[in-house]
């Protein structure tokens, strides 16, 4: 079973950026397909961001495509969400999952979850 655990979320102004982090508990590449998810209050989990589980491959939902960029540091078990040019309605808590399936865009395909870091973008 692996660990997840995201850092890196914080209040920051429209137009800002950040950068979030999730170190997993052991090496994930060629492991699990890996995903970020966001879930704002009353809402339910919304898709971000996917990175194959085989060959780096990405899939990025359209309201983050060109702002936000997924990579992934195999040597510290890291993945990385680099978020440009934010927006009030990014506004959510980010998770990291590892999932089984090859590129997860659904939460019920993924098995292991971090905490979530708060990402608070104020207009």
């Known amino acids: 079973q692996v660990h997840l655990a995201e850092s890196g979320g914080g209040l920051v102004q429209a137009g800002a950026s950040l950068r979030l982090s999730c170190v997993a508990s052991?090496?994930?590449?060629?492991?699990?397909?890996m995903a970020w998810f966001r879930q704002a209050p009353g809402k339910a989990r919304e898709f971000v961001v996917a990175?194959?589980?085989?060959?780096?491959?990405?899939f990025y939902a359209d309201s983050v495509k060109g702002r936000f960029a997924v990579s992934r540091d195999s040597a510290e078990n890291s993945l990385y969400l680099q978020m440009n040019s934010l927006k009030p309605e990014d506004t959510a808590v980010y998770y990291c999952?590892?999932?089984?399936?090859?590129?997860?865009?659904?939460?019920?395909?993924?098995?292991?979850w971090g905490q979530g870091t708060q990402v608070t973008v104020s207009s």
């Open positions: 999952a590892a999932c089984t399936h090859f590129l997860p865009v659904r939460p019920i395909e993924c098995e292991y």
């Open positions: 990175l194959a589980q085989i060959g780096g491959g990405t």
């Open positions: 052991e090496r994930t590449e060629n492991r699990y397909g």
